[in-house]
């Protein structure tokens, strides 16, 4: 190998790290940003302590004797 590709070798090899770190910058960003929503819709639905409950129940009717 002589000295001219020796040192093309070299130039190519950071320039390919560079893309890999930015892409797994991207991606790292992206998974942030899903687990930071995620947990902000879970916190919005939690119920709120203390708050009314509302019960529905039918009555059924008594039996009545004829006058």
């Not at 190998?1 to 070798?9: C, E, I, P, T």
């Not at 930015?22 to 899903?34: C, E, H, R, S």
């Not at 879970?42 to 006058?67: F, K, N």
């Amino acid at each position: 190998m002589s000295d001219l590709d020796a040192r093309v070798a070299r130039r190519r090899t950071p320039r390919g790290r560079r893309w890999l770190k930015v892409l797994g910058a991207i991606v790292a960003a992206v998974v942030i940003f899903a687990l930071g929503l995620a947990l902000g819709l879970a916190l919005e639905d939690r119920p709120v302590p203390g708050g009314t409950e509302t019960s529905i129940r039918t009555l059924e009717p008594l039996p009545q004797q004829e006058p």
